[in-house]
């Protein structure tokens, strides 16, 4: 089977809006979670999060695209890393054609759909229609394939917070059987009012900075974000040069209960497990984890045990970039790969930031510090999901 | 990858939910408004007390899946697949208003937990713990065939597995109101018995939840394969379309004058039908044409209902419409070949067979 190969990485974060500016950020510490200043709801104040600092308009001038095409935030984003991707990877017009477009999201076009509701349920024939036209979790992805001139297979992934980590396995799986020699992977969703009421309403939104791994851990912090990976057949690269190999993965359910981890992590256990399996690698072999690491009590006790467990005796540096970026859902698995990537290329380990206190249950602390002279070859990248939809990918360079 | 069909069962707006009378007692639409599913006494499905809790989706998809694990005689799937355009709509909803009503303030989670797409999924692995691969798709009109396509895939790579796949769409008052306004259905009186007929804009809305068990290798007693699936968005109008379709066929060795039953998804809407009339009058000028949407309406993942339909009438042997297209029916119907799309956008050909 040919190998799965990476010749393009796109992202746009509260940590940067290209993949250098997020490199500097994660090097310098310099988090992206602060005060919410775009959206209208009553918690501006009170919780924080990762917010990219940028208008609609600021995006459609970012992504050189007409304000007319009437695009949701989550499609603004996924066509501006979309685009990065493909420029990266060299490909334009006819060679993109016929690629797959593989996105992950678990909300979709709610960013508008939240501002015409707010109108709709006071007059029910009241509220642009078009506002909602770009609900379903489809349309960000229907518009990249249209924004490129993508004709082949487009799909999209709602599988809550490990979507875009699904969404590269099956553009690599695909590729493997030989289905298709080129896809687009990733993810994205914007911050809404919807989900951070739906966070805030299970008690787990920090109202500091996020704290993963660490004992005093009180809740994650959302963010927003969409990353793409131009991923290519080993058959059609040539000569090109080659980012990264994703070389493992695994999907299993929890199946524990519908939002909460189980406590020995059974599913991340067997996720992680089936990745090392699929690359053929021994738990020894992985360098560095880049956890879900949510800083959820529940999330990271799980994980880390499920960790403790699989790797036993050497257990991988690791750490939550969650810290920078916030819990960004169906884009977080490729936001986490692509950044999993620039930490291959630059062989360093980001820091887990906001770790004071190693938790009690766990014999490992997360990396704390930025680490440049890492050797690095093989990097895991967890994503778990309400649900109990856990993925596990893991990362290459030759 | 060829699958075999080893069990199915699918709530729709016809009595199909296992011995409950379709074909010979079908439901006619008529009038305004959308075509609901004839629901099951869930509690032979689920807990009570789960069910509760569950929205009218999450029931539909969990009772069809566990309803098909029964029949199919696999109690353990290697892997849950669904696929969903809309997901649960119900859920998301109720969360959405509440944020207004309560000024984002002591919310209730449950709508909001049961908000995202692959809820079904998740309580279907939940219900039997199942420790597999689950993966949701919502692509719409691609929603059900990508979790198909995914299925196929798990078989290409192991063909000892068994794969539980289905695909599910629900329809509410506040979502038929608002895709009105889209423009998507039929503004005037609808009977079902003439969705084809009226030559007039928009189609009929429909919902449902179909689940299908399939393997790597035939068992005896359950015959009918999925022989093809070939997807493709966007089409260069119907030479395009034609073009395509002989392509697939050809490359996977089909002879078109081998299939018994063509399957149209004719929706009534007369932006877009013309396709189906071009293909009926062209390529499939000699073949026994029909529908399925006067049954199922009109739903990102009506595909699913049709999948069921052709399994059923290779089943039966009982077509119970009208023919499109008159041409006769051959002494036994051993394979239909299915071409559907969503709005002239998303297309999808399938080819069943009997083996």
């Given amino acids: 089977m040919p190998k799965v190969f990476v010749t393009g990485i796109g992202i746009i974060s509260a940590i940067g809006s290209d993949a250098e500016s997020v490199r500097n950020s994660l090097r310098n510490k310099h988090s992206g979670i602060g005060k919410i200043s775009l959206i209208d709801t009553i918690y501006k104040d009170e919780i924080p999060a990762g917010e990219i600092k940028a208008t609609n308009d600021q995006l459609y001038e970012l992504a050189g695209i007409n304000r007319k095409s009437f695009l949701t935030r989550t499609a603004l984003l996924a066509i501006i890393a979309a685009k990065q991707a493909v420029v990266h990877a060299g490909l334009s017009g006819k060679s993109l054609a016929d690629a797959a477009v593989i996105s992950g999201t678990t909300v979709g076009g709610m960013d508008r759909t939240e501002v015409f509701f707010k109108e709709y349920l006071k007059n029910r024939s009241k509220g642009k229609i078009r506002e909602v036209a770009g609900h379903d979790c489809g349309d960000s992805t229907e518009r990249i394939a249209d924004y490129l001139g993508i004709s082949g297979f487009i799909s999209t992934i709602n599988t809550a917070c490990s979507s875009s980590a699904n969404a590269i396995m099956l553009a690599a799986r695909l590729i493997k059987q030989g289905k298709i020699k080129r896809a687009l992977a990733g993810g994205a969703d914007s911050l809404t009012k919807f989900t951070l ?180 070859q093989h990097i895991m990248s967890n994503s778990f999901g309400f649900g109990g939809n856990n993925s596990s990918l893991i990362i290459s360079i030759n | ?140 009109g691609f929603s059900f065939e990508s979790a198909l396509e995914d299925a196929l895939l798990q078989l290409d790579e192991n063909q000892s597995k068994n794969i539980l796949v289905g695909g599910f769409d629900e329809i509410t008052e506040t979502s038929y109101s608002l895709t009105s306004r889209l423009g998507l ?122 999948l069921w339909y052709a399994w059923h009438i290779i089943r039966n042997q009982k077509v119970m419409v009208q023919l499109l297209k008159e041409n006769p029916l051959g002494e036994k119907i051993n394979s239909v070949l299915i071409y559907n799309h969503l709005r002239g956008k998303y297309h999808s050909l399938y080819l069943l067979e009997r083996c």
């Fill in chain 1, 197 to 376: 009421n739906g966070f805030n309403s299970l008690m787990i939104l920090d109202r500091q900075q996020c704290r993963p791994f660490d004992e005093n851990r009180n809740g994650l912090n959302l963010g927003e974000g969409s990353a793409f990976l131009l991923l290519e057949s080993e058959e059609i690269t040539g000569n090109k040069k080659i980012l990264a190999e994703v070389r493992g993965y695994g999907n299993t359910c929890d199946a524990y209960h519908q939002t909460a981890s189980s406590p020995e992590g059974h599913g991340a256990y067997l996720a992680m497990q089936q990745a090392l399996e699929v690359a053929r690698l021994n738990p020894s072999e992985i360098d560095y984890i880049n956890t879900h690491g949510t800083g959820t009590k529940n999330n990271d006790l799980s994980e880390g045990i499920a960790i403790q467990r699989l790797f036993d005796s050497g257990i991988p540096r690791c750490s939550s970039t969650k810290s920078f970026t916030g819990h960004t859902l169906g884009a977080a698995g490729a936001i986490e790969a692509v950044i999993s990537i620039l930490a291959l290329q630059d062989q360093c380990i980001y820091p887990n930031l906001n770790f004071t206190e190693r938790m009690h249950e766990l014999n490992f602390s997360p990396s704390s510090e930025y680490i440049p002279d890492a050797s690095l």
């Fill in chain 2, 1 to 140: 990858m060829t699958a075999y069909i080893r069990g199915v069962a699918i709530l729709s707006p016809q009595k199909t939910f296992g011995d409950q009378g379709f074909p010979d007692d079908i439901v006619v639409h008529s009038g305004h408004g959308f075509m609901k599913c004839i629901e099951p006494a869930y509690r032979d499905f689920i807990d009570p007390m789960a069910a509760r809790r569950m929205s009218r989706i999450v029931k539909m998809g969990v009772s069809s899946a566990l309803k098909c694990l029964r029949d199919s005689d696999v109690p353990m799937p290697d892997a849950i697949i669904t696929g969903t355009g809309l997901g649960c709509l119900d859920d998301t909803e109720k969360f959405l208003a509440s944020i207004f009503s309560n000024k984002e303030k002591l919310l209730n989670p449950t709508p909001f937990i049961q908000s995202t797409h692959n809820t079904v999924a998740g309580a279907i692995a939940l219900a039997i713990k199942c420790h597999g691969y689950n993966a949701t798709y919502t692509q719409r």
């Fill in chain 2, 185 to 306: 259905w039929k503004n005037h009186m609808v009977d079902g018995t003439k969705l084809y007929e009226y030559n007039t804009r928009g189609s009929l809305p429909g919902e449902g939840a179909a689940f299908f068990m399939l393997g790597g290798s035939a068992i005896p007693g359950n015959s009918v394969r999925i022989r093809m699936l070939k997807l493709f968005y966007e089409a260069d109008g119907i030479d395009d379309i034609n073009e395509r379709i002989n392509r697939y066929l050809t490359e996977d060795g089909i002879d078109p004058g081998s299939i018994d039953l063509i399957m149209l998804g004719f929706s009534g809407d007369n932006r877009t039908d013309h396709y189906y009339y071009h293909l009926m009058s062209g390529i499939f000028n000699d073949k026994p044409v029909t529908g399925f949407k006067h049954l199922c309406g009109e739903y990102d993942t009506s595909a699913s209902f049709a």
